[in-house]
């Protein structure tokens, strides 16, 4: 049923996605919805509908007719639109509504959907780098990807160990990832998928000359690398690979005179077939109001010094 209802490679999801302006992330017999909180609503409700019927496979013209008469639904659906559907357990299947909080948020889960390299740059806790976790796990869990892998710059002075002297230590630098795992997915399962290989966490230095395919590399506080470092990370994409790079531009720790690749990326890089830009502001600092009222204050100060 679940195939009936996806369409021959997950087709009629894309048609799905198109017409409510989303994205949709196949994890095993899970659906998950990202986009605008109403649209993922009316989404959610259709494919539980879709679902329902899909004894046998759902062809294009009734599709586009179920999405025209899920256009005209009242707003009184949407409650009910994001509730899991109750299904035998041969096929489990649940519709779980995944979106950014803000638009920006939602933009750049969209913008990682639809390119193979997207960049999300703004003030820390606007959630970049959780969304670009969350996004890759999907993406492992679909099968889009054989493994994930996590890196940054900050890491480098850990270069001198080998990967498994790496892993012995605790590396501050590369303390955010695991947190954000364990948030998303558990202290069990991250440790689990590390141990197979599936999700590597790395110094930026370990990617050169490597060639990754079928790989989602996400590298957090691009802020700090040079030009160099940019251009080697953006340039290991092998085939079937997909990257997301973060930072924030206001928290560049580089030493006196030299360019951050993350800087000039921008400069070079906008246009670019294949690649988008998502630009965050204090707007979508998801902390505690004190911690926003501090974020603002600082970028306030900076513009008064600069």
């Known amino acids: 049923m679940l195939q009936n209802l996806c369409g021959p490679l997950d087709e009629n999801l894309r048609q799905i996605e198109a017409h409510f302006n989303i994205a949709i992330a196949r994890r095993g017999g899970q659906l998950r919805i990202s986009g605008n909180a109403e649209s993922s609503a009316f ?3 259709l494919l539980q509908k879709l679902y329902a019927q899909a004894s046998k496979p759902l062809s294009l013209a009734a599709l586009q007719r179920s999405l025209t008469e899920t256009h005209h639904h009242s707003q009184k659906n949407i409650h009910t639109a994001s509730q899991a559907i109750e299904l035998p357990e041969t096929e489990p299947m649940q519709v779980q509504p995944f979106h ?7 933009a750049f889960l969209k913008n ?3 390119h193979d390299v997207t960049f999300g740059i703004g003030p820390a806790g606007a959630g970049k780098m959780a969304l670009a976790i969350s996004a890759a796990v999907d993406a492992l869990a679909r099968d889009e990807v054989k493994r994930i892998i996590l890196a940054r710059p900050a890491a480098e002075r850990f270069c ?4 498994w002297e790496l892993a012995q230590k605790t590396n501050p630098s590369l303390r955010p990832f695991y947190d954000a795992l364990h948030d998303l997915i558990g202290f069990e399962k991250t440790a689990k998928l590390c141990k197979k290989q599936q999700i590597e966490i790395s110094p930026l230095k370990y990617l050169q000359g490597r060639m990754l395919h079928h790989t989602f590399i996400v590298m957090d506080d691009a802020q700090n690398t040079t030009p160099q470092q940019m251009k080697m990370f953006l340039t290991r994409m092998g085939a079937g690979t997909k990257a997301v790079i973060t930072g924030d531009v206001n928290q560049i720790h580089l030493p006196a005179g030299e360019k951050s690749g993350l800087v000039e990326a921008r400069q070079v890089l906008t246009g670019v077939s294949g ?3 998502t630009d965050f502001s204090t707007d979508d600092v998801m902390c505690q109001p004190i ?3 501090i974020v603002k204050a600082y970028k306030k100060h900076a513009s008064a010094t600069s």
């Not at 950014?100 to 939602?106: I, K, M």
């Not at 001198?160 to 990967?163: A, E, K, N």
């Open 160 to 163: 001198c160990l080998s990967p």
């Open 100 to 106: 950014g909080r803000t638009p920006n948020q939602a």
């Open 275 to 277: 690649l988008a830009f």
């Open 112 to 114: 990682i959907h639809t």
């Open 43 to 45: 989404a959610a409700e």
């Open 291 to 293: 911690v926003t009222r």
